[in-house]
């Protein structure tokens, strides 16, 4: 059982960067795969990056790679999503994820999500 908080977002300009982060609750949260999708103007919600529960393993998005990186910080119970060189196409609400299990790009496969931060990225 875990429960997501985000925050972070916010407005800035295309070549800035952001950092978002991702509080948990519980008391299982080392063992947990975390991931960050996004949903901007097209239908669904878009796989973005995920780490897993050890931080070994990361993944990321063909249209977020080496301009996003996800970490986590298992003692204060917090992952971040540091995002770098945005572009105006990175806008969208971005939500945070847990999962039991590995490292998945799949939405479907997330079982908690937080309720979502905005990120505005301006031309």
């Known amino acids: 059982q875990v429960q997501l908080l985000e925050s972070g977002g916010g407005l800035v300009q295309a070549g800035g960067s952001l950092r978002l982060s991702c509080a948990a609750s519980g008391r299982t949260f080392s063992s947990e795969t975390m991931g960050w999708f996004r949903r901007g103007t097209g239908p669904g919600r878009e796989f973005v990056a995920a780490?897993?529960?050890?931080?070994?393993?990361?993944s990321y998005a063909d249209s977020v790679k080496d301009r996003f990186t996800i970490s986590r910080d298992n003692a204060k119970n917090t992952i971040y999503l540091q995002m770098n060189s945005l572009k105006p196409e990175d806008t969208a609400v971005y939500y945070c994820a847990a999962r039991v299990g590995g490292v998945t790009y799949t939405y479907l496969h997330y079982d908690f999500w937080g309720q979502g931060t905005q990120v505005t990225v301006s031309s």
């Open positions: 780490v897993s529960g050890s931080g070994g393993s990361t």
